[in-house]
């Protein structure tokens, strides 16, 4: 399995601290060998997954091999903000 993380999954990881820092990509590797606390998110933003990183998540679409990273943030903001990202988008088009 590929991954592809987006320009602002790795900008926002590269704010991180170190460790957290580390953390989020061991654990964005980890995707290739199928690790990780993944899981379907539901309502509004079904059709994505989410990884679990402690109190970060990450936003991932599945397209064949491929597992694009889309949107990284705090636990506590990362749905609301990612609904508004996909509503703005849905908008533009």
């Given at each position: 399995?590929?991954?592809?993380?987006?320009?602002?999954?790795?900008?926002?990881?590269?704010?991180?601290?170190p460790e957290p820092r580390r953390q989020l990509r061991r654990a964005i590797r980890g995707l290739a060998q199928g690790r990780g606390d993944v899981k379907a998110l539901e309502g509004d933003l079904a059709g994505y997954?989410?990884?679990?990183?402690?109190?970060y998540r990450v936003i991932l679409w599945r397209?064949?091999?491929?597992?694009?990273?889309?949107f990284a943030?705090?636990?506590?903001?990362?749905?609301?903000v990612f609904a508004e990202e996909l509503r703005k988008?849905?908008?533009d088009e």
């Open positions: 399995m590929r991954i592809k993380p987006s320009a602002q999954v790795a900008e926002f990881v590269r704010g991180l601290a997954w989410r990884l679990r990183v402690g109190s397209s064949g091999s491929v597992t694009e990273c889309v943030e705090r636990r506590s903001i990362i749905y609301e988008r849905l908008a």
